[in-house]
């Protein structure tokens, strides 16, 4: 069975300050990689996805994530953090199109001022 | 464009009573629909999803139940509320294969 970690449960960082979250997944193949963003109390949102070509996806709000098969990661980055990046991050994996998404444990991000 | 509605938002029941939860999906057909439980602290864990009316599959044996009776229907049940039940309830929709699932605001549950 498919399985996505996340291993780090929260992350502070400075506003203005660079962002990187880890993820990584067990599959065979290479699956179908999500981030998504859920703020205090609501739904989730997609930030990116990954399906094939280009390692390095780009996403909504200036993030980014590089998939690297050698690793069986998808970090997501982001250069320059804004205080409104406060939230809950869940990188998910789908064998293929169409399957069901596999959730990591989310990573919590706190930003100070 | 696609809207997707869950009722209610909060929700305080005492144990044992019993659970219904609405998700209804607008602007799509024959959507593919997941609840999804986000317990304090945790990751989110898939209870059941539903390709079409009638059709469910679910992932983990446990004290609930689920329905669609529409297309743009989803509905999670409990005869008996336990304490464990506690949680976040998501549900999301996916139309076709694009791989992205769209998610509703959630509904918040406290069992006493």
């Known amino acids: 069975a498919q399985s996505v970690t996340q291993p780090d449960i929260h992350i502070t960082v400075s506003e203005g300050a660079s962002l990187e979250l880890r993820c990584n997944y067990s599959y065979g193949a290479t699956p179908y990689l999500f981030w998504y963003v859920q703020s205090p109390g609501q739904g989730l949102q997609l930030l990116l996805k990954y399906f094939s070509g280009d390692t390095l996806v780009q996403g909504i709000k200036g993030f980014e994530a590089e998939f690297k098969r050698s690793q069986s990661s998808f970090n997501l980055r982001k250069p320059s953090v804004h205080w409104s990046d406060a939230a809950e991050y869940f990188c998910a994996v789908e064998r293929s199109a169409g399957n069901k998404l596999t959730f990591g444990g989310g990573t919590r991000v706190l930003v100070k001022p | 464009s696609q809207t997707i509605h869950q009722w209610p938002a909060t929700l305080v029941q005492p144990v044992g009573s019993p659970l219904s939860l609405e998700c209804t999906v607008e602007?799509?057909?024959?959507?593919?629909l997941y609840w999804y439980r986000q317990a304090a602290g945790r990751g989110l864990q898939l209870l059941f999803y539903s390709v079409g009316i009638g059709q469910i599959s679910s992932e983990v044996p446990q004290n609930l139940s689920a329905s669609r009776p529409q297309d743009r229907q989803f509905i999670l049940s409990s005869k008996k509320l336990l304490l464990s039940d506690s949680g976040f309830y998501l549900c999301?929709?996916?139309?076709?294969?694009?791989?992205?699932?769209?998610f509703g605001e959630g509904s918040r549950l406290t069992v006493l």
């Open positions: 602007g799509t057909s024959n959507p593919n």
């Open positions: 999301a929709w996916r139309g076709g294969n694009t791989g992205e699932l769209f």
